[in-house]
């Protein structure tokens, strides 16, 4: 089904057939389906899902509709979703709900629910413990084989995974881990002990997300196991959840590159004095930074006023520089945010960014000097200025587009905010010193 057939039905008031060809699609796709539609329309045809469906449905909505649907559908329907939901999900929605909407669903979550709730949302923002599930398959080692899989029959229903099974002892710590597949192939009067790793990878509560995200995406894990301090098996975080933690810190990157302040609301739904919020604090560092270069230039008006061509080729000077530290500083960040570059590598980043600016500099003054000299028809020393201006300019900037993004990420900032606006900021003042440097010398002004 896709949407024109939707409406199609819709128009036609064919319900049933709605339903049915609902019950067939993937619950991200009902959801799809749904979300653009009137609420009083979406809202008729998410209570003809089937149960589990609909609780599928739910968690895969925008926190808008989830909003939207928890404030009109009534207590009993509420109790069904909240009942159904994985911990997990039940935790991120009402982080993301007003005060009054958050009241009604605890509501209906059990005493214990209710607890483990205000425990996870006391974890710190964006922390391993804040985006864990406790819907875990755990074994105790002296379980048999036969023993796990009837255990895991018995519970795993109500798991968001149960691929890997945790071994834990009476004090909940982490002993090793099993694989589902490993268990089925067992012979059933070994114990879990015996087929169990003891080698297991697993963070702390309160490890940073994009730190588990690092973990993720090294070992390349389906789930992975939380524990406090005392080494206690405290959750599991999946693969799915991570996902969506990948996305919101390269979100998060894009928006500090462009000289942003990090928002997780979607564009559309975002208010214009919150975007307008967002941008101005850089802006305005960024343009108060940028008196720098008009000082330079006063400093240097005698040399412009008398050889006036100078100014021509200003911009191009400081575009070149701009973008050339740009290149530099999106992949270091990149490789930063992807661990391929650490800050104990700035001395190969420097001597490779070095090499790499001497042959792109280069490169850009030769055949800059024969367009100056030929298609311009500038002076041989009007262009000599320009071409090695270019040169130290293109080298001063990669060598500041690659080193700053390090020293930002080992002082304790993210790395992202020295991108292409301070950067560029930056190398305009260094492009302008060098240039009526050397033009003040090779022209005895």
Not at 79 to 100: G, H, Q, R, T, Y
Not at 206 to 227: I, M, R, S
């Amino acid at each position: 089904m896709d949407e024109r057939r939707l409406e199609e039905l819709i128009q036609q008031r064919n319900y049933i057939t709605i339903k049915k060809e609902l019950d067939k699609l993937n619950p991200v796709d009902v959801a799809e389906l749904l979300e653009p539609l009137e609420l009083h329309t979406s809202l008729l045809i998410f209570r003809m899902l089937s149960k589990d469906l609909a609780v599928e449905v739910f968690s895969s909505f925008s926190v808008e509709k989830q909003r939207d649907i928890i404030g009109l559908v009534t207590d009993r329907e509420l109790k069904n979703i909240v009942e159904e939901l994985f911990f997990d999900d039940m935790v991120d929605i009402i982080e993301e709900m007003p005060a009054s909407l958050v009241k009604k669903i605890l509501s209906h979550a059990k005493e214990e629910e209710r607890n483990l709730i205000n425990q996870f949302l006391n974890y710190p923002p964006d922390s391993a413990g804040s985006i864990m599930t406790i819907e875990y398959v755990d074994l105790k080692k002296g379980m048999t084989v036969r023993d796990a899989l009837k255990h895991i029959k018995k519970t795993g229903l109500d798991k968001e995974t149960v691929y890997t099974c945790y071994v834990t002892d009476g004090n909940r710590k982490l002993e090793g881990i099993v694989s589902l597949r490993k268990i089925v192939i067992s012979d059933e009067d070994e114990t879990i002990e015996d087929i169990m790793n003891t080698d297991v990878i697993y963070v702390n509560t309160h490890d940073d997300q994009e730190t588990v995200a690092n973990v993720f995406k090294k070992y390349g894990f389906l789930a992975l196991p939380v524990v406090d301090r005392e080494h206690r098996l405290t959750g599991i975080i999946t693969v799915d959840d991570i996902m969506d933690v990948m996305e919101q810190e390269a979100t998060e990157d894009f928006q500090r590159m462009a000289a942003m302040s990090p928002s997780e609301e979607a564009y559309l739904d975002t208010g214009i004095l919150t975007l307008a919020k967002n941008r101005l604090p850089w802006l305005l560092i960024l343009m108060i930074s940028a008196t720098f270069t008009g000082r330079i230039m006063l400093k240097f008006e005698s040399l412009l006023s008398k050889v006036v061509i100078l100014s021509a080729f200003i911009p191009m000077l400081m575009d070149t520089g701009g973008n050339s530290g740009s290149q530099s500083s999106t992949l270091i960040i990149r490789g930063l945010a992807t661990g391929e570059v650490t800050t104990h590598d700035w001395y190969k980043v420097l001597w490779k960014e070095l090499r790499i600016s001497i042959v792109v500099g280069a490169t850009l003054s030769v055949i800059n000097f024969l367009r100056l000299i030929y298609i311009e028809k500038v002076t041989y020393i009007i262009a000599v200025i320009i071409s090695l201006t270019t040169i130290v300019t293109v080298i001063c900037a990669k060598l500041v587009g690659g080193t700053l993004p390090l020293l930002a990420k080992r002082i304790g900032l993210d790395p992202a905010i020295m991108a292409g606006p301070l950067i560029t900021t930056i190398v305009d003042a260094l492009s302008l010193m060098v240039y009526f440097s050397i033009a003040s010398l090779l022209l005895g002004l």
